[in-house]
């Protein structure tokens, strides 16, 4: 496995893999688990090649977020990466990305302002400009997203739209730990009693799928019942509970194809995400 620091050496290896042979592309911040190494898998099973960027990016993160105290563990990431499979891994500093008189960003006009973009300000302008650099450099056959992150793959898909770039976005579903926490690279931040508090968050999904599964088809209804599970947990303070068009992420007032409920909830200073949508067959996906 080969491990670049500098983006064009990374840009010249990718653009020597054989055109004919499909070169995956996994963007990562790093602190890989499970989740991260399901998008990984998928990869490895359709593409001839995979890469993978590990970069924690500062342009996503507001002033008072959690950039210093994100997990960074590049020497097992790539011991993972290297036992997956991988052929090549990006790990840049935020120097050789955003290199001095860097003055470029992309927006997403509207997207970037709703569900997280909505209380993290600039937050899917920092996604949008450090997805465009990668996919810029890697020109993958496919990259692959995590579901955890849906508002982020909205914006993604509207921007590989609106900038008819030659890449497939495959999105992957959400994996889970044995009580049903979406894994995340921030869990490993938190106390024993905020990661049991977490609980909460995929229980409230679940609370919206049996009334769901009950008949209840009002999303507003739906999210009473989600945000008074999250209410019922001391240890969490609920950021946001929405239901949205999975696609444009405005608010849908019923939960039919096509609709994502999403939350965001703080335990303690970490901020955690999760969602589940209704699928094209209309049923409930957690």
Same mark, same amino acid.
């Given at each position: 496995?080969?491990?670049?620091?500098?983006?064009?050496?990374?840009?010249?290896?990718?653009?020597?893999?054989?055109?004919?042979?499909?070169?995956?592309?996994?963007?990562?911040?790093?602190?890989?688990?499970?989740?991260?190494?399901?998008?990984?898998?998928?990869?490895?099973?359709?593409?001839?090649?995979?890469?993978?960027?590990?970069?924690?990016?500062?342009?996503?993160?507001?002033?008072?977020?959690?950039?210093?105290?994100?997990?960074?563990?590049?020497?097992?990431?790539?011991?993972?990466?290297?036992?997956?499979?991988?052929?090549?891994?990006?790990?840049?500093?935020?120097?050789?990305?955003?290199?001095?008189?860097?003055?470029?960003?992309?927006?997403?006009?509207?997207?970037?302002?709703?569900?997280?973009?909505?209380?993290?300000?600039?937050?899917?302008?920092?996604?949008?400009? =450090?997805?465009?650099? @990668?996919?810029? #450099? $890697? %020109?993958?056959?496919? +990259?692959?997203?995590?579901?955890?992150? /849906?508002?982020?793959?909205?914006?993604?898909?509207?921007?590989?739209?609106?900038?008819?770039?030659?890449?497939?976005?495959?999105?992957?579903?959400?994996?889970?730990?044995?009580?049903?926490?979406?894994?995340?690279?921030?869990?490993?931040?938190?106390?024993?009693?905020?990661?049991?508090?977490?609980?909460?968050?995929?229980?409230?999904?679940?609370?919206?799928?049996?009334?769901?599964?009950?008949?209840?088809?009002?999303?507003?209804?739906?999210?009473?019942?989600?945000?008074?599970?999250?209410?019922?947990?001391?240890?969490?303070?609920?950021?946001?509970?929405?239901?949205?068009?999975?696609?444009?992420?405005?608010?849908?007032?019923?939960? =039919?194809?096509?609709? @994502?409920?999403? #939350? $965001? %909830?703080?335990?303690? +200073?970490?901020?955690?995400?999760?969602? /589940?949508?209704?699928?094209?067959?209309?049923?409930?996906?957690?």
């Amino acid at each position: 496995m080969e491990i670049f620091q500098d983006p064009l050496p990374f840009q010249a290896w990718c653009a020597a893999v054989d055109r004919e042979s499909a070169l995956g592309f996994v963007p990562t911040m790093g602190a890989l688990h499970q989740g991260h190494l399901s998008l990984v898998q998928a990869s490895l099973r359709r593409d001839a090649a995979t890469a993978v960027s590990i970069f924690v990016n500062p342009a996503q993160f507001g002033p008072n977020e959690d950039f210093d105290r994100y997990p960074r563990t590049l020497a097992q990431d790539c011991a993972k990466l290297e036992e997956a499979g991988v052929a090549v891994v990006f790990a840049p500093a935020a120097e050789a990305m955003y290199a001095p008189g860097d003055a470029t960003r992309i927006e997403v006009l509207g997207l970037e302002s709703r569900l997280d973009g909505g209380s993290r300000p600039g937050h899917f302008r920092g996604v949008a400009t =450090v997805v465009l650099k @990668l996919l810029q #450099l $890697a %020109a993958p056959t496919r +990259a692959y997203f995590g579901q955890k992150d /849906a508002a982020q793959v909205a914006v993604i898909q509207r921007l590989v739209r609106d900038l008819f770039l030659p890449v497939e976005v495959v999105v992957c579903p959400i994996v889970r730990e044995r009580d049903g926490v979406a894994m995340s690279s921030r869990n490993a931040m938190l106390s024993p009693a905020e990661r049991a508090a977490a609980r909460a968050l995929p229980l409230a999904l679940r609370r919206m799928g049996d009334g769901y599964e009950a008949g209840e088809r009002s999303a507003a209804a739906l999210v009473a019942l989600g945000t008074a599970t999250i209410a019922a947990e001391p240890g969490l303070r609920l950021d946001f509970l929405q239901a949205v068009d999975a696609e444009t992420l405005l608010p849908v007032e019923h939960a =039919v194809p096509g609709a @994502l409920f999403a #939350l $965001a %909830a703080f335990a303690g +200073a970490t901020r955690l995400i999760d969602n /589940a949508r209704v699928d094209a067959d209309a049923a409930w996906r957690l």
